[in-house]
């Protein structure tokens, strides 16, 4: 439904100049009180606490305090309208944040099925019309269906049998049953139960779990879960919580390998995407009519009228971004790896797979125009299906735009899983360790902590966070040597993945060796060492920073002005302010002023030659004083300058820990 002020908008004559919206605060709120659904958004929007009955008087401003302009867009053959608001709760003379909103005509909307969910005025309806999803995901998705996992059977499963049991029973060795059983997988947040004593296998819970609990002794979440399961036509459940020794760090070690394997054999993942910890439902009280597409009929007297749904175009993003699961890291690859992941998000459930993402708003499909989810589902099918060695594998990855987009994919991923949270900061590369195996294998490439061999130069060059005042010490403990990202406790972007043009993104630098020292077997596992050896142009740089986070740079004899100042991102506090400067490719797309990436070197105090990373900084080549851009032999250096050995062409030669 649409409030009065918002019903006006497509009333009258249509016009694409921006317009007023609301004038007072008090009238934005009561209509979000009311259900509107524009104004509802545009609420979340202007403050963090939900719309409630203000006692407060109405004061109109003289400016509005938002304010709306349509737009027309074209989108997979078919025109759309877009509504942008720009609201502030201060008014919007000086902007605001932005809203958009887009129309679809109903005539164009095959992707809009507003009756498969019509009658889910209950959880529990609508969990049964989720299984929907599944039976057309297994009958008519070709690509779904090509799992290259699929009858993989876990070490152990969790059997649920059917919605009448009442007990579960722990399976320690399921592979016995002489065929694959079909499961699914658990993604939650966990910790000790405080009401319940089988929230985890251990020696002491083993025999228990395995002659069989009550499934009213369990977690709400694990409840949750296995009436999830059950009404998806499964009977079995594996969950870490229960399927790994959480007792035992030998088995721990045997079983966190296997995650690509677990996630990837699995018919779909159930992801408790609301729910807090163990003991909170999945199932929380709604209100249905937030799931209900909003349908509205103009009235306009210069244009084409017509039915329309209405939708806001940052819902899906919305949606997950405040969710406690998205902020758990080993959760990243568990929903990267499964085949199809069911949402249990609070408000309504929202659907994944390779062909479709769909919700309880739209079972049919997300309408045109919406971001993509976080992660591109196309190239993820060919991440998992290039991971399969083979000839027509090889020939997939040759492709230079394929390969491009999965080291996107990668980058992307990153990004994500470093803006999430881990308990234990030693997990840093074991959590992310499946899909890493996965990318492994499909890009026929070397992992190197985090980084790719093929793509070493560039992947050097990866950026903490930029607005940080205070600087904290190298983390600790140790988890990843100083040039990979997983050092670092905080999130982190890796820019020259997203560079379009790789061919004007010229090496500074070679690479003489990278060795990475691993605590077991398990290349992709935790990391207890690392040295890589570089050559290449190096100089001297000294940094002072400033009261406002800001640095002073001296180099080459002089104070850097503000006009070439560079852009610097320091990873942690340096231990001095005597650092080397190394570049390590030109990005040549804006010559003549190129840009020039570098990273900032303190010394290791190990043997000289031998640096630790502290920061990355990007400049223009002619404000480096670059020679051909090659080498740093006009500068002048300090008497602290270092390196293990230099050639006959000026290249030094050092090693980073």
Request: proline share 6%; charged share 20%.
């Amino acid at each position: 439904m649409l409030c009065t002020t918002c019903r006006q908008i497509f009333s009258g004559s249509f016009s694409q100049r921006t317009s007023a919206h609301h004038f007072c605060l008090q009238n934005l709120e009561k209509a979000a009180l009311d259900e509107c659904y524009i104004c509802q958004v545009l609420w979340r929007t202007v403050s963090d606490q939900p719309p409630r009955l203000s006692e407060k008087p109405e004061n109109p401003k003289s400016k509005p305090i938002s304010q709306y302009c349509f737009s027309r867009k074209s989108v997979s053959g078919s025109e759309i309208l877009e509504l942008e608001f720009v609201v502030d709760r201060n008014g919007v003379e000086n902007g605001g944040s932005c809203v958009a909103f887009c129309l679809q005509s109903m005539n164009d909307a095959d992707s809009i099925d507003v009756n498969m969910f019509s009658s889910a005025h209950t959880w529990e309806s609508s969990v049964q019309n989720a299984s929907k999803w599944l039976s057309d995901c297994m009958d008519n998705h070709d690509r779904c269906r090509m799992s290259p996992l699929s009858g993989y059977t876990p070490t152990r499963l969790i059997q649920i049998g059917s919605p009448s049991a009442d007990k579960i029973c722990l399976l320690l060795h399921p592979s016995e049953q002489g065929y694959a059983l079909r499961y699914a997988t658990l993604s939650h947040c966990w910790g000790a139960s405080q009401t319940s004593d089988f929230s985890a296998l251990t020696s002491a819970s083993r025999e228990v779990l395995e002659d069989g609990v009550s499934i009213s002794d369990l977690d709400p979440v694990f409840q949750d879960a296995i009436f999830t399961a059950r009404s998806l036509g499964l009977h079995y459940l594996w969950m870490d919580s229960l399927c790994i020794f959480q007792d035992s760090i030998a088995d721990w070690h045997k079983e966190a390998p296997l995650m690509s394997h677990v996630y990837g054999g699995a018919v779909v993942n159930i992801a408790a995407s609301v729910a807090e910890k163990n003991e909170a439902s999945c199932f929380p009280e709604r209100d249905i009519s937030l799931i209900q597409p909003c349908v509205i009929e103009p009235s306009w007297d210069n244009c084409e009228n017509g039915a329309y749904n209405i939708y806001y175009t940052r819902f899906w993003d919305d949606t997950f971004e405040s969710l406690p699961l998205m902020e758990r890291a080993w959760v990243t690859q568990e929903l990267l790896l499964a085949p199809r992941v069911l949402h249990l998000t609070g408000s309504q459930l929202f659907w994944e797979c390779y062909e479709l993402n769909a919700c309880e708003a739209y079972p049919g499909g997300l309408p045109p125009n919406l971001p993509e989810p976080w992660m591109m589902r196309d190239t993820l099918w060919t991440i998992l299906h290039s991971s399969r060695r083979g000839p027509e594998s090889r020939v997939m990855t040759a492709v230079p735009e394929i390969r491009d987009a999965m080291r996107e994919s990668w980058a992307n991923i990153v990004e994500v899983y470093t803006a999430c949270q881990l308990t234990y900061q030693s997990d840093k590369l074991m959590a992310l360790s499946g899909f890493s195996r996965v990318m492994e294998r499909a890009l026929h490439d070397k992992y190197c902590a985090g980084l790719w061999r093929s793509t070493l130069i560039t992947d050097l060059f990866w950026l903490g966070p930029c607005d940080r005042q205070e600087l904290c010490p190298r983390p600790s403990p140790y988890r990843a040597p100083s040039w990979s990202w997983a050092s670092l406790n905080d999130p982190v972007s890796l820019p020259s993945a997203y560079n379009e043009q790789w061919e004007d993104l010229e090496p500074l630098v070679d690479i003489i060796s990278c060795e990475v020292q691993t605590a077991t077997h398990d290349p992709f596992g935790a990391v207890t060492g690392g040295l890589l050896r570089i050559a290449g142009p190096l100089t001297t740089i000294k940094l002072r920073q400033k009261t406002d986070g800001g640095w002073l740079v001296f180099f080459d004899g002089a104070w850097w002005k503000d006009g070439g100042r560079p852009f610097i991102s320091i990873d942690c506090a340096p231990t001095t302010n005597q650092l080397h400067c190394l570049p390590l490719y030109l990005d040549t797309h804006q010559s003549p002023s190129w840009n020039v990436a570098c990273i900032l070197l303190e010394p290791a105090e190990t043997k000289r030659g031998q640096f630790r990373r502290v920061g990355a900084l990007i400049a223009f080549s002619g404000a480096l004083g670059m020679d051909v851009w090659t080498n740093f032999e006009h500068q002048k250096k300090e008497d602290w300058f270092a390196y293990e050995s230099v050639s006959e062409n000026g290249r030094y030669e050092l090693s980073i820990l």
